[in-house]
C-alpha cells in the first residue's frame, strides 16, 4: 500500500529539466512569432496594390456605364512622388472646363479615399511606383479597354504598374481591359 501511494505521489508534477524545456521552447516560439508580426514587411506594397485595382476597376466601370466620348475616365499615376487618382470627378456638369479637368494629367487629392491616395502618403510607407512602359495614366473607353489621350488602344501587349518597397507588386492592365494583381 505504501509503495502505490509514493508510486502516485512521484508522478503528480513536472521535472526540473522538464520546465526548463518547456521555458525554452516557449521562448524560442515567442522569439520568431514576434519577428513575424513586427514589421509590416511588405503589407503596405499589397494594400496600395489592392487599392490601385479597385481605382481602377472603379474608373473602367464608370467608362464602360458614361459613354459621353468628351470625358476621359483615367486614373492618373505619380512615380515621382509615388501617387494615384483621377484628375477630377465632375461627370454631372456638362461645360467645357468640366470635360477638360476630367482629362487633367494632375491628381485631385481630394477625390475619395478608395480611388486616390493623399499626396505623401505612399511615400511615408516607403513604396515607390513605376510603370513599364513608361506612361502617366491609364484612360479607359466605353468598352472598358486602356486607350491613350488620343483614344487609341495601349497595352497591346500589357501595361504593368509596379509598387515597389520592402517587397515588389504589380498591377498588370491587358489589352482587353482585364485588371489584375501580377503574378
Same mark, same amino acid.
Given at each position: 500500500?505504501?509503495?502505490? *501511494?509514493?508510486?502516485?505521489?512521484?508522478?503528480?508534477?513536472?521535472?526540473?529539466?522538464?520546465?526548463?524545456?518547456? !521555458?525554452?521552447?516557449?521562448?524560442?516560439?515567442?522569439?520568431?512569432?514576434?519577428?513575424?508580426?513586427?514589421?509590416?514587411?511588405?503589407?503596405?506594397?499589397?494594400?496600395? *496594390?489592392?487599392?490601385?485595382?479597385?481605382?481602377?476597376?472603379?474608373?473602367?466601370?464608370?467608362?464602360?456605364?458614361?459613354?459621353?466620348?468628351?470625358?476621359?475616365?483615367? !486614373?492618373?499615376?505619380?512615380?515621382? $512622388?509615388?501617387?494615384?487618382?483621377?484628375?477630377?470627378?465632375?461627370?454631372?456638369?456638362?461645360?467645357?472646363?468640366?470635360?477638360?479637368?476630367?482629362?487633367? $494629367?494632375?491628381?485631385?487629392?481630394?477625390?475619395?479615399?478608395?480611388? $486616390?491616395?493623399?499626396?505623401?502618403?505612399? $511615400?511615408?510607407?516607403?513604396?515607390?511606383?513605376?510603370?513599364?512602359?513608361?506612361?502617366?495614366? !491609364?484612360?479607359?473607353?466605353?468598352?472598358? *479597354?486602356?486607350?491613350?489621350?488620343?483614344?487609341?488602344?495601349?497595352?497591346?501587349?500589357?501595361?504593368?504598374? !509596379?509598387?515597389?518597397?520592402?517587397?515588389?507588386?504589380?498591377?498588370?492592365?491587358?489589352? *482587353?481591359?482585364?485588371?489584375?494583381?501580377?503574378?
Amino acid at each position: 500500500m505504501l509503495n502505490n *501511494q509514493c508510486y502516485s505521489f512521484r508522478h503528480k508534477g513536472f521535472t526540473l529539466v522538464e520546465l526548463i524545456i518547456m !521555458i525554452i521552447l516557449i521562448s524560442v516560439l515567442s522569439v520568431s512569432v514576434f519577428s513575424r508580426f513586427s514589421g509590416t514587411s511588405g503589407f503596405s506594397e499589397y494594400t496600395y *496594390q489592392a487599392r490601385l485595382v479597385s481605382g481602377l476597376r472603379n474608373m473602367q466601370t464608370r467608362a464602360m456605364h458614361d459613354a459621353r466620348g468628351d470625358y476621359c475616365f483615367q !486614373i492618373n499615376l505619380d512615380s515621382v $512622388t509615388p501617387a494615384f487618382g483621377p484628375p477630377a470627378l465632375d461627370y454631372i456638369s456638362d461645360t467645357a472646363s468640366a470635360k477638360e479637368a476630367t482629362c487633367d $494629367t494632375d491628381i485631385e487629392f481630394g477625390n475619395p479615399e478608395y480611388l $486616390t491616395t493623399n499626396a505623401s502618403e505612399m $511615400t511615408d510607407a516607403g513604396v515607390n511606383l513605376s510603370t513599364l512602359p513608361g506612361f502617366s495614366f !491609364i484612360s479607359f473607353n466605353s468598352l472598358g *479597354q486602356p486607350v491613350d489621350a488620343a483614344g487609341e488602344l495601349t497595352c497591346s501587349n500589357q501595361c504593368e504598374i !509596379i509598387l515597389t518597397g520592402e517587397s515588389a507588386v504589380s498591377v498588370c492592365i491587358e489589352s *482587353q481591359g482585364y485588371i489584375h494583381a501580377c503574378e
